[in-house]
């Protein structure tokens, strides 16, 4: 769940799960939502490293495990108008999911030509691409459970092995960091450059790694769906052996970017 409006469609006492967009910002907003029904909680990614760290013991007092963005474009704002049906002048109910054309999202530059930002459908995202690759043990320590990994076009189960092979100690942040930044520059060029590739783009795979293990294939979320919509639909990596027992972190407390 990314919006509380949504709870009101959640029957009392049926789980769910708490994405980066719902501003958990103190103990008391996390366990109500705990009362409510949540089972995870993803922490927004702006938090600072100390209040993951308040919120993270909180979860574990509660037996909810807490997780925070691990890779991806950071979720900046989402807009009541949807950024590609107004560019390519269509209206927003009757789109035709036009932003499927750019599948890892539309960066936007300054008037110097600078890139800026990035937007899809009613998103604006970060243009650059955050990595907890250097923050594992900080996480580790602030008691967080698991990262949560954005998907992009190309090469993410092999962005999923790399954070597993991270966590279990098979390389290094700075290598995990390296090989992040090629994939992220292959997947970009390719949304520029290749309309033909973006077409053929089915599928997005949700994958799942324990601690120490190779990446799972996990579902399969279809075509049909926007990308804006597809973009929640993140893979988690496990930083604890025991995920009952929250053992995590958190970002922007040093968010490195992959370029």
Not at 10 to 31: A, Q, S
Not at 136 to 163: H, K, M, N, T, W
Not at 188 to 216: D, E, I, K
Request: glycine share 10%.
């Amino acid at each position: 769940m990314n919006d509380l409006s949504a709870l009101i469609h959640i029957p009392e006492g049926r789980p769910f799960w708490v994405g980066p967009l719902v501003n958990v910002y103190n103990e008391g907003t996390l366990r109500w939502l705990i009362r409510r029904g949540a089972r995870r909680i993803c922490l927004p990614p702006e938090l600072t490293l100390d209040s993951v760290a308040v919120l993270a013991q909180a979860g574990r007092d509660e037996g909810v495990p807490v997780e925070v963005w691990g890779h991806g474009r950071l979720p900046l704002a989402i807009s009541a108008r949807c950024y590609h049906a107004r560019l390519h002048d269509r209206a927003k109910d009757s789109c035709q999911f036009v932003c499927g054309e750019d599948p890892d999202g539309r960066d936007i530059g300054t008037l110097d030509g600078q890139r800026f930002l990035t937007v899809n459908g009613v998103q604006t995202l970060s243009q650059s691409t955050a990595s907890m690759a250097l923050k594992v043990e900080d996480l580790q320590g602030a008691g967080v459970s698991a990262l949560r990994l954005s998907p992009q076009s190309r090469d993410f189960a092999a962005i999923c092995g790399a954070y597993a092979d991270r966590l279990s100690g098979k390389i290094s942040g700075a290598d995990l960091r390296r090989c992040c930044a090629r994939w992220c520059r292959a997947a970009r060029f390719r949304t520029a450059s290749s309309p033909a590739l973006r077409a053929r783009h089915g599928r997005v795979r949700n994958r799942r790694a324990p601690l120490g293990g190779p990446a799972q294939p996990g579902g399969f979320f279809p075509s049909r769906l926007s990308p804006a919509t597809r973009l929640w639909h993140t893979s988690f990596i496990m930083i604890s052996r025991k995920p009952d027992l929250v053992k995590a972190a958190a970002p922007c407390a040093g968010v490195g970017a992959c370029e």
